[in-house]
């Protein structure tokens, strides 16, 4: 079975400052990969996601992610944070062999964002 | 276009009550999730289901946990004698049925509390 591994629970950065997120998934075939955003209290929201092609991936908020194959991972970067990108971050993958669009995810990463 | 529509969005039971939580999927979509996320935890996944058919409760607890997604009406997750231990928030997904991979859009959850 199809396993994701966020291996930072928590990180705080400084506003301004760059952010990556790690994300490993363990998938035998081709992964299809997805990063959320979720605010506290509030639902998921879709940042971005790989299918095919290209392995740098751009999604919304300025944030982008890079497929690489060879170390099995998806890692989330964004360039400068803002106050508002405070929020708990979960990478996903899609079993393409199972039925639907189920999705497994990572335990998550919270992100504290320093004035 | 609404979103994925949830309700309530918070809900008090007592123990040995009934909770029901209940997804209006997007205009369109035919598939709908449930997945639950226990305090300090990433999201699980509970069942899939079509319209009148499951077409996928592996993650569901065997006993007291029920789901149903009708012909007309939203798609209901219904817990029987509720416990403290299912005490969570509860997010439903809802895809398009084109048979392919394809984006999930979440709905803001309930967020269920027993005392």
């Known amino acids: 079975a199809q396993s994701v591994t966020q291996p930072d629970i928590h990180i705080t950065v400084s506003e301004g400052a760059s952010l990556e997120l790690r994300c490993n998934y363990s998938?035998?075939?081709?992964?299809?990969l997805f990063w959320y955003v979720q605010s506290p209290g509030q639902g998921l929201q879709l940042l971005l996601k790989y299918f095919s092609g290209d392995t740098l991936v751009q999604g919304i908020k300025g944030f982008e992610a890079e497929f690489k194959r060879s170390q099995s991972s998806f890692n989330l970067r964004k360039p400068s944070v803002h106050w508002s990108d405070a929020a708990e971050y979960f990478c996903a993958v899609v079993d393409d062999k199972a039925a639907g669009n189920k999705l497994t995810f990572g335990g998550g990463t919270r992100v504290l964002v320093k004035p | 276009n609404a979103g994925v529509m949830q309700n309530p969005r918070h809900l008090v039971r007592r123990r040995g009550q009934e909770a029901r939580l209940r997804c209006s999927p997007m205009k369109g979509h035919s598939h709908v999730y449930w997945y639950r996320q226990l305090p300090e935890e990433g999201l699980k996944f509970m069942v899939y289901l079509q319209k009148e058919n499951i077409i996928d409760e592996s993650g569901m607890p065997k006993e007291r946990f029920s789901a149903e997604f009708p012909k007309e009406g939203p798609s209901i997750l219904r817990i029987q004698q509720v416990v403290r231990g299912d005490s969570a928030a509860y997010f439903c997904?809802?895809?398009?049925?084109?048979?392919?991979?394809?984006?999930?859009?979440f709905g803001q959850g309930t967020r269920l509390t027993v005392v």
């Open positions: 998938y035998g075939a081709t992964p299809y």
């Open positions: 997904a809802s895809s398009p049925g084109t048979g392919r991979i394809s984006e999930a859009f």
